[in-house]
Antibody
Framework: QVQLVESGGGVVQPGRSLRLSCAAS????????MHWVRQAPGKGLEWVAF????????YYADSVRGRFTISRDNSKDTLWLQMNSLTTEDTSVYYC????????????????WGKGTAVTVSS | DIQMTQSPSSVSASVGDRVTITCRAS??????LAWYQQKPGRAPTLLIY???TLQSGVPSRFIGGGSGTDFTFTISSLQPEDFATYYC?????????FGGGTKVEIK
């Protein structure tokens, strides 16, 4: 079945780095736009990053631009989020999500989500 | 950035009730709006996109409406499994932004 599985979360000190992974299965990964979305404890959803089919286009939230990098390897059906210079404000559950297929720009909606991986930034 | 404002932030209702949530965008987004449901400890699920289009497999009691800056999300007859938090999301331009959420609680 269609599935996204995130990994790589954990506890990290402020200023350090972490790389999250998202393994896709059950669909043709290379034909889908992908996103990262996060949710701080007890808070709402915050979109983090977008990557195009081949990885040539990337967009970021202002809060992470310059510190986080989204990437993908279509041969491995895997999405990543490299997070550098982490702060306590980055403490969240991080979800990878698939963009909706179909009409142009529908991929800004997210129809399949992973279960998330928790990142805690604390000294 | 486009700000998305949901109201109310919470609502108490009974099974069978009609519940309506509103979402207002800080500027026109045409019909570039989605609604998601999230249950505690779970990932969000897409219910409606393009303001009115029901995602495959989603019950027809979920109804989306609106365009421009003002949108509504209605549950026509609340079911026990509908108690959750609902979020709107604009898809008009980057950065993509979500509303603050509306928690639908049992009365």
């Amino acid at each position: 079945q269609v599935q996204l599985v995130e990994s790589g979360g954990g506890v990290v000190q402020p200023g350090r780095s972490l790389r999250l992974s998202c393994a896709a299965s059950g669909f043709t990964f290379s034909t889908y736009i992908m996103h990262w979305v996060r949710q701080a404890p007890g808070k709402g959803l915050e979109w983090v990053a977008f990557i195009s089919y081949d990885g040539s286009d990337k967009y970021y939230a202002d809060s992470v631009r310059g510190r986080f990098t989204i990437s993908r390897d279509n041969s491995k059906d895997t999405l990543w989020l490299q997070m550098n210079s982490l702060t306590t404000e980055d403490t969240s559950v991080y979800y990878c999500a698939r963009g909706v297929a179909g009409a142009q720009y529908y991929y800004y909606y997210m129809d399949v989500w992973g279960k998330g991986t928790a990142v805690t930034v604390s000294s | 950035d486009i700000q998305m404002t949901q109201s109310p932030s919470s609502v108490s209702a009974s099974v069978g009730d009609r519940v309506t949530i509103t979402c207002r965008a800080s500027q026109s987004i045409s019909t570039w709006l989605a609604w998601y449901q999230q249950k505690p400890g779970r990932a969000p699920t897409l219910l409606i996109y393009a303001a009115v289009t029901l995602q495959s497999g989603v019950p027809s009691r979920f109804i989306g409406g609106g365009s421009g800056t003002d949108f509504t999300f209605t549950i026509s007859s609340l079911q026990p499994e509908d108690f959750a938090t609902y979020y709107c999301q604009q898809a008009n331009r980057f950065p993509l932004t979500f509303g603050g959420g509306t928690k639908v609680e049992i009365k």
